[in-house]
C-alpha cells in the first residue's frame, strides 16, 4: 500500500510550530507494511490544499492528514475533501450531539460555528475524538482511503492508536513487529560486533543505531499476524541480550531515566541530586517518571558557587581544585546525599556554554556518584551549543547512575 501524509497549517509553513506529526506517523506505518512515498505541508489556502489534496489522492493509496479540523474559518480540511470528491457536507446528528455534550459537560457556551466539527460527506465516517471536540473522518471511495485527523498532537495520537492502528492492522496482508534493545557504555560498532552472530538474518533482521541515550538494536520481524511475528524475534531478542549482557538498560519505549528508577527501586534505594550546570535537567529526567516520589529525595540546584558552599560543599575544596573539577562533583555528591538524606549521591558542576572558565574547554562536565562508602566518577568535554551539552551530561549522569546502581561504580 502506498502511502502519503499531508499536514495542514499555516502555523507550520511560518514556522510557529515544528511538524512532528507526519514524523511520528511514519514510524507507525512500517508495522502494517505500508510504504510512505510523500509528505507534504500546505497552510490555510483552499486553493493551495485543493491542489495538493487532488495530487495526494490521484497517486497514492492511503493519504493521512492532520490539521484543519478545528472550528474557526480557517480550518477547512473538510470542506476541501468535500469540494475534491464531489460530495455535500452535512452535519450529523449523532456527531453534534457529542460535541454539544463536550461542551455542556464542561459548562462551556456552545457556539453555532463548532456545528461544522459535527459535519461528514457521505463517503466519511467519523473517528471517535474523547480528547478533543473535532472528530476525525475516515474516508474510502474507488479503492482509496483518506484519514483526517486533528493536528494537536494528544488527540491525533489517540485517535490513531485506538481507532486507525486496528483497522489498518484489520486489512494488512502482513505486520512488521520490532523490539529495541537500548544499550548504554558500548559505542555503535563494538554493539555491531557483539551481534555480528546475529546479523546475517534477513527475518528477523537487526538493526544498530547510535541515538541520545545510547546504542539501540533494533530487532525486526514480519509475518502474517503479530504472533508469529513475535514468535521469529524471541530466540533472537534472547540471544542479543545474552551477547550484550548488563549494557542493555531498557526496550523500546523505555527511558532512561526510567530505567534507572527502574533499578533503584527494585534495590530499595534512594538518590539526592546536586547538579550546577545542568540547572535542574538531572531532576526534571529523573522526576519525569511514575512513581519516582519512591526513590527520589530531591535535588539541589547550586548554580553559584555561594550556593554551593551553603549547601555542604567545603569552601575548601573549592579553593584548592575550583568549580569544575572531580573533587567539587564529589563533594557536591556527597552534600546532597546527606542533606537530603538519601542513599546516593549525584553531584554535577561543569560549563554549558561557550565560555573556557578555569582554563577547561566550553562542555566540561564532571560527575560522581557516592553512597558514603564508594565514589564513582566520569568527565567529559564535548560542545555542540549549551542545549546539546546540557542533554548530554544528562545522559552521562543518569549512565553513571546506573552503572553504579547495579556495582560497577566502585
Do not use: C
Not at 502494517?32 to 500546505?42: A, K, P, R, T
Not at 513487529?177 to 558500548?186: D, E, F, N, Q, W
Not at 584548592?320 to 562533583?329: C, D, K, P
Not at 560522581?368 to 544528562?394: E, I, L, N, P, W
Request: no cysteine.
Amino acid at each position: 500500500m502506498r502511502a502519503e501524509i499531508l499536514s495542514v497549517g499555516t502555523e507550520i509553513m511560518l514556522g510557529e510550530i515544528t511538524d512532528t506529526n507526519a514524523a511520528w506517523l511514519a514510524g507507525r506505518l512500517p508495522a502494517f507494511g505500508i510504504d510512505l512515498l510523500y509528505v507534504s505541508q500546505v497552510g490555510d489556502n483552499p486553493g493551495r490544499m485543493h491542489e495538493i489534496f487532488e495530487r495526494a489522492w490521484g497517486r497514492s493509496d492511503l493519504v493521512i492528514v492532520t490539521g484543519g479540523l478545528g472550528p474557526t474559518e480557517d480550518d477547512i480540511t473538510r470542506e476541501t475533501v468535500a469540494a475534491l470528491l464531489g460530495e455535500p457536507l452535512t452535519v450529523d446528528a449523532e456527531q453534534e450531539r457529542i460535541v454539544r455534550a463536550w461542551f455542556e459537560g464542561r459548562g462551556w457556551a456552545f457556539g453555532e460555528r463548532n456545528l461544522k466539527q459535527a459535519m461528514l460527506i457521505p463517503s466519511a465516517r467519523a473517528i471517535v475524538n474523547p480528547r478533543g471536540t473535532a472528530p476525525g473522518w475516515w474516508v474510502e471511495r474507488d479503492g482509496r482511503v483518506m484519514v483526517l485527523m486533528p493536528g494537536v498532537p494528544p488527540e491525533m495520537y489517540y485517535m490513531w492508536e485506538t481507532e486507525v492502528e486496528p483497522e489498518l492492522e484489520r486489512r494488512a496482508d502482513s505486520v512488521l513487529v520490532s523490539r529495541t534493545l537500548k544499550t548504554l557504555g558500548m559505542g555503535e560498532g563494538t554493539v555491531d560486533e557483539t551481534l555480528s552472530p546475529l546479523l546475517a538474518g534477513t527475518n528477523p533482521s537487526i538493526g544498530i543505531y547510535a541515538r541520545g541515550d545510547g546504542v539501540h538494536a533494533r530487532v525486526s520481524a514480519k509475518a502474517r499476524t503479530r504472533e508469529e511475528a513475535w514468535r521469529l524475534i524471541e530466540p533472537v531478542e534472547t540471544e542479543a541480550r545474552r551477547l550484550l549482557g548488563p549494557i542493555v538498560w531498557g526496550i523500546d519505549d523505555d527511558t532512561l531515566a526510567g530505567g534507572v528508577g527502574r533499578l533503584l527501586n527494585e534495590r530499595g534505594l534512594t538518590v539526592a541530586v546536586m547538579e550546577s550546570a545542568t540547572g535542574g535537567a538531572i531532576a526534571d529526567a529523573l522526576t519525569s517518571v511514575d512513581g519516582s516520589a519512591e526513590y527520589v529525595r530531591g535535588s539541589l540546584v547550586t548554580y553559584a558557587t555561594e550556593t554551593k558552599i551553603l549547601m555542604g560543599v567545603p569552601a575548601e575544596v573549592i579553593a584548592a581544585h575550583g568549580v569544575i573539577s572531580r573533587e567539587t562533583s564529589e563533594a557536591m555528591a556527597q552534600a546532597a546525599r546527606a542533606r537530603l538524606g538519601a542513599d546516593v549521591g549525584l553531584g554535577l558542576t561543569g560549563i554549558a556554554g561557550s565560555e573556557t572558565v578555569e582554563g577547561q574547554p566550553p562542555g566540561t562536565m564532571h560527575i560522581a556518584v557516592t553512597d558514603g562508602t564508594r565514589t564513582a566518577y566520569t568527565h567529559s568535554a564535548f560542545y555542540q551549543g549549551r542545549d546539546a551539552s546540557k542533554r548530554r551530561a544528562v545522559t552521562e549522569a543518569l549512565g553513571l547512575l546506573r552503572g553504579f546502581v547495579m556495582g560497577q561504580g566502585a
